[in-house]
Nanobody, 119 residues
């Protein structure tokens, strides 16, 4: 089994910064892709993604403000959020998929962490 544990959310003023962390643990052989989503009504919207070959993608609404990165040795990835706006307020979820040590595959979600941007 693979688990993702998130941390780093909180309350921040507009223009401020937060750094979210997502730590993966369990029978992981490799991680193929890591993503951050935020919850919209009825669905989760992709915010940022990073692949095993270090290709990144961002939603237009966060380009230039958010940066996704990873630490392969720790099976951990991050979302650095700068110049935060009230519309960034959401519950953020991390997601990862890859291979297990017995040549299976996994896909896992973090538990969610609240980000609130308000004066």
């Amino acid at each position: 089994q693979v688990q993702l544990v998130e941390s780093g959310g909180g309350l921040v003023q507009p223009g401020g910064s937060l750094r979210l962390s997502c730590a993966a643990s369990g029978s992981i052989f490799s991680i193929n892709a890591m993503c951050w989503y935020r919850q919209a009504p009825g669905k989760r919207v992709l915010v940022a993604a990073i692949t095993s070959d270090d290709i990144t993608n961002y939603a237009d609404s966060v380009k230039g403000r958010f940066t996704i990165s990873r630490d392969n040795a720790k099976n951990t990835f991050y979302l650095q959020m700068n110049s935060l706006k009230p519309e960034d307020t959401a519950v953020y979820y991390c997601n990862a998929n890859g291979r297990t040590v017995v040549r299976g595959t996994f896909a896992a979600w973090g538990q969610g962490t609240q980000v609130t941007v308000s004066s």
